[in-house]
């Protein structure tokens, strides 16, 4: 099992934009601290524990790296920002083959159950049950460029202002980076006066339905590509239920899937 899967968890193209990444190891002249391990090895018993969905007690032998070596690495990467970079690492490279749609951007959430930690609150479509709720902005073509964290209670609008000011100054085929998507579609949730003045004054042309006006079902040629972006994240079985303490744990993990769904089509464009 142990080479084999590896490879498909974690191939070389992958590992050549994680590897620059990393945080430099240093050893000390006096002796002690956190011994090297192997990156690649732990990176992908990270990968796996967020696509088997598996508690790190349970992560298999094979890959060479202890359970407890494995959280130690993983929350270090959190705190030193490591997902978000490799998750711009992968958008730059496909802005710089124009794969990365401008045209509109679309917002939504979805909730998963939270059995504790901090990020969390009474979920009101699911019997007052805790949980936590995911906010994701992704491209025209379903790309996810940014994403957030709050509890189930939070109101999806509020997620919208800080996903725009999110969205990382990514490469272009040509030209400078960009960051700012030509119009932005979100279902009546998001509306507000505020909220499309705010919008129009950076140069983004607001498209979302006006409440007791406009049925969301009009975005519905547009919404698929949104809860399809979603549908990707969710295929990562530790997302399903949030077991995480810590919510930027979580959040790592939601920021590493976005990361592999956006290396998913780059791969698809150098086969």
């Given at each position: 099992m142990g080479v084999g899967l590896s490879q498909r968890l974690v191939p070389d193209e992958l590992w050549s934009l994680v590897a620059p990444l990393l945080p430099s190891f240093a050893s000390r002249p006096q002796g002690g601290g956190t011994a090297p391990v192997d990156e690649r090895a732990v990176f992908t018993a990270v990968v796996y524990v967020l696509t088997s969905g598996c508690a790190w007690r349970h992560l298999p032998e094979t890959f060479g790296v202890s359970p407890a070596t494995a959280h130690r690495r993983f929350s270090a990467w959190t705190k030193d920002g490591l997902w978000r970079?490799?998750?711009?690492?992968?958008?730059?490279?496909?802005?710089?083959?124009?794969?990365?749609?401008?045209?509109?951007?679309?917002?939504?959430?979805?909730?998963?159950?939270?059995?504790?930690?901090?990020?969390?609150?009474?979920?009101?479509?699911?019997?007052?049950?805790?949980?936590?709720?995911?906010?994701?902005?992704?491209?025209?073509?379903?790309?996810?460029?940014?994403?957030?964290?709050?509890?189930?209670?939070?109101?999806?609008?509020?997620?919208?202002?800080?996903?725009?000011?999110?969205?990382?100054?990514?490469?272009?085929?040509?030209?400078?980076r960009r960051r700012r998507p030509g119009?932005?579609?979100?279902?009546?949730?998001?509306?507000?006066?505020?909220?499309?003045?705010?919008?129009?004054?950076?140069?983004?042309?607001?498209?979302?339905?006006?409440?007791?006006?406009?049925?969301?079902?009009?975005?519905?040629?547009?919404?698929?590509?949104?809860?399809?972006?979603?549908?990707?994240?969710?295929?990562?079985?530790?997302?399903?239920?949030?077991?995480?303490?810590?919510?930027s744990h979580f959040l790592a993990f939601l920021g590493l899937a976005a990361a592999l769904t956006c290396y998913k089509k780059l791969a698809k464009l150098t086969t």
């Open positions: 970079r490799l998750h711009q690492a992968v958008l730059d490279e496909l802005g710089a083959r124009g794969e990365v749609d401008w045209t509109s951007a679309i917002v939504d959430a979805a909730s998963v159950r939270a059995k504790k930690g901090s990020l969390t609150g009474r979920n009101p479509v699911d019997r007052g049950k805790k949980g936590s709720k995911l906010h994701v902005l992704a491209a025209a073509q379903g790309l996810p460029l940014t994403l957030g964290v709050s509890g189930a209670n939070v109101h999806d609008s509020q997620a919208l202002l800080p996903l725009v000011l999110g969205i990382p100054a990514i490469r272009s085929r040509r030209g400078p119009r932005l579609r979100a279902d009546k949730a998001y509306h507000s006066a505020d909220r499309l003045k705010w919008l129009r004054e950076r140069g983004i042309v607001p498209r979302i339905a006006r409440p007791g006006i406009e049925s969301s079902e009009r975005l519905g040629r547009h919404r698929w590509k949104i809860e399809r972006s979603i549908s990707w994240l969710f295929g990562y079985r530790r997302l399903t239920v949030r077991y995480e303490r810590k919510g």
